[in-house]
C-alpha cells in the first residue's frame, strides 16, 4: 500500500504562520489586508492565486509571494504545529504502507518543518509547489510522487487530504482518496469528492490498516 498525504489541514495546523506571512506582505506593500476567514478560505491554494484572489494586483503577485516565503521562513517552525495524532497516525502508517507527501507548500521549507517535528525520515518523497507545473487539483503533484516507488500498478494507493483540491487531484490520478475534518474544507463539499470521510488522519489510518489486514477490495 501506498498513503500519500497533504500537509496543511492534514498533518500540520499552520494557520498562524499562514495568516501572519499573508498579513506581513499586505503591510509591505502597503494594500489593504484581507480577513483571517478570506485567507484561510483559499489555504490549499498556490500562493500566487491565493494574493490574486485576496486583491494583490497582479503586476506585484510574485513579489506578495516573495515577501511572503521569506517572512514564513522564519516563522514557520515556531508557528507551526502538528494536529492531534498526527504523529501516531504517520507512525503507524508507517508499519504497513510506504508514504509520501504531496503539498502545495514549498518543498523545501516543509521539509525543513517536517525534520524539526522529526518525522521526515518516515516518507519516502515530498512534493510540493516547485517540483511541477500544475499543483493540486491537477493530477501532476501525485503522479509525480508516484514516480518515486516502485511496481505501483500491484499496490493500493490512497490520498488523504482536507480540501477537495486533494480530492480531485486523486480523481484525476485515478487513486483512491480520504476526506479528512481536521483542516480546511467542509464535509458537504468533501462528500462531493469521495464517499470516505474521518473526523481525523489516525481515523483514516486505522481504517487502511483494517483493509489491509483484512484485504477488503474498493
Known amino acids: 500500500m501506498i498513503i ?23 503591510e509591505m506593500y502597503q494594500y489593504p489586508h484581507p ?26 503577485v510574485w513579489d506578495f509571494v516573495d515577501t ?11 508557528k507551526t504545529e502538528l494536529l ?19 503539498t502545495t507548500k514549498t518543498a523545501k521549507y516543509s521539509k525543513i518543518l517536517m525534520e524539526h517535528f522529526g518525522l521526515m525520515e518516515k516518507f519516502k518523497v515530498l512534493i510540493g509547489r516547485e517540483d511541477v507545473q500544475n499543483p493540486k487539483p491537477h493530477a501532476e503533484p501525485i503522479l509525480t510522487a ?9 499496490k493500493d494507493i490512497w490520498m488523504i487530504g482536507d480540501t ?3 480530492l480531485i487531484s486523486a480523481q484525476s490520478a485515478c487513486v483512491k482518496s480520504i476526506g479528512v475534518l481536521s483542516g480546511y474544507g467542509d464535509k458537504e463539499t468533501l462528500l462531493k469528492h469521495t464517499k470516505t470521510i474521518f473526523n481525523n488522519t489516525i481515523e483514516a489510518i486505522e481504517y487502511l ?9 474498493f
Open 84 to 102: 492531534p495524532f498526527a504523529k501516531e497516525a504517520i507512525y503507524l502508517a508507517s508499519e504497513f504502507a510506504e508514504l509520501g507527501i504531496v
Open 68 to 78: 511572503y516565503k521569506e517572512y514564513y521562513r522564519e516563522i514557520s517552525t515556531q
Open 35 to 60: 480577513s483571517d476567514e478570506e485567507i484561510k478560505a483559499l489555504i490549499g491554494h498556490p500562493l500566487d492565486v491565493m494574493f490574486s484572489e485576496l486583491g494583490a494586483p497582479q503586476e506585484k
Open 146 to 154: 508516484l514516480k518515486s516507488f516502485e511496481n505501483i500498478d500491484a
Open 209 to 217: 490498516e483494517g483493509r489491509k489486514t483484512t484485504h477488503i477490495p
Open 164 to 166: 477537495e483540491l486533494d
Open 4 to 26: 500519500l498525504f497533504d500537509l496543511d489541514g492534514t498533518l500540520i495546523d499552520s494557520t498562524e504562520a499562514i495568516l501572519e506571512g499573508f498579513h506581513h506582505s499586505f
